[in-house]
């Protein structure tokens, strides 16, 4: 706290973006010793909702059996990709498998026959796993999602996007400096965590299937608070402390936000989907 508070003085940090005159209470100071005990007892609540062995070897044991099981119906590569790779997701987050195969003519007819062996599964009473809801979801991109042993699995076709998500996040941390590089324990992903699980569970404001906010969107806004105030934190309370009060000040109505800075939304180009998620407005 006591390097933030002396680069926050000195440097005359003033964010952009920001409504006017809101900069100074966005940089305030905060007591060092209150704020220790609070995070003392975050750490806590973290410890009970993180990632842990047995939640993620249950986890790895139903992606490999989903991937098994999409490996009978054509020859195909399955990748995970998301938050469970990440390790950042919650104990209700879902599992995200991709499917690669070179035979493009499957493009049509790989959600049909990977629905049909889980519903075959789903009606058997030697499968391994206990697979139930099968779901065929034809939107933009098509899904199949279904619940193995009461995780949600979420099965799409070809969507390198997720990937490069993926990389992209693990890379990102390292070159900020927010994880491995400055030995605080993960911090960013405990961060992640943490505003995750406000989200989702306080403010109801997470998830992308419902018309919400994405997780990829939300861990840009995330990325772009550590850029903001240089990784300086005490811990993931400050982050989520900062965070909120940053963006319930930000000037939603002419900025949209992206890794490096507020975008003034007027000199925006016509935004094609893979560039909005780096491009965040109110309603993203």
């Not at 070897?57 to 998301?82: D, H, K, M, P, W």
């Not at 890379?171 to 699980?197: G, M, P, T, W, Y």
């Not at 009060?245 to 890794?259: G, H, P, R, T, Y």
């Amino acid at each position: 706290m006591g390097s933030q508070e002396g680069w926050a003085q000195s440097n005359g940090f003033c964010p952009n973006g920001l409504l006017p005159n809101e900069a100074v209470s966005v940089t305030r100071v905060l007591d060092q010793e209150r704020w220790s005990i609070a995070e003392e007892r975050t750490a806590e609540l973290i410890g009970s909702i993180k990632p842990n062995q047995p939640s993620e070897e249950r986890r790895n044991a139903v992606a490999c059996y989903v991937q098994q099981l999409i490996a009978r119906c054509f020859s195909c590569q399955v990748f995970t990709f998301g938050s469970v790779p990440l390790k950042t997701y919650l104990p209700d987050g879902d599992i995200d498998l991709t499917t690669f195969c070179k035979n493009q003519n499957l493009k049509d007819s790989w959600a049909n026959e990977v629905r049909d062996i889980l519903e075959s599964e789903e009606k058997s009473e030697d499968a391994e796993f206990r697979v139930k809801e099968v779901q065929y979801i034809q939107a933009e991109v098509k899904i199949i999602k279904c619940l193995v042993e009461n995780i949600v699995v979420d099965i799409s076709f070809n969507q390198l996007g997720g990937l490069c998500t993926l990389c992209f996040l693990e890379e990102i941390v390292v070159i900020l400096k927010v994880d491995r590089l400055i030995n605080q324990n993960h911090l960013f992903k405990r961060s992640i965590i943490l505003i995750k699980a406000w989200c989702y569970y306080e403010s109801r404001i997470l998830g992308a299937h419902h018309g919400l906010i994405s997780t990829y969107a939300l861990e840009t806004l995330v990325l772009y608070i550590f850029h903001v105030f240089n990784s300086s934190f005490s811990g993931p309370l400050e982050v989520l402390y900062r965070f909120l009060e940053f963006f319930s000040k930000f000037d939603w109505e002419n900025f949209c936000i992206s890794l490096w800075g507020p975008v003034p939304i007027c000199s925006l180009p016509e935004i094609t989907g893979s560039v909005v998620p780096l491009l965040l407005g109110p309603n993203d």
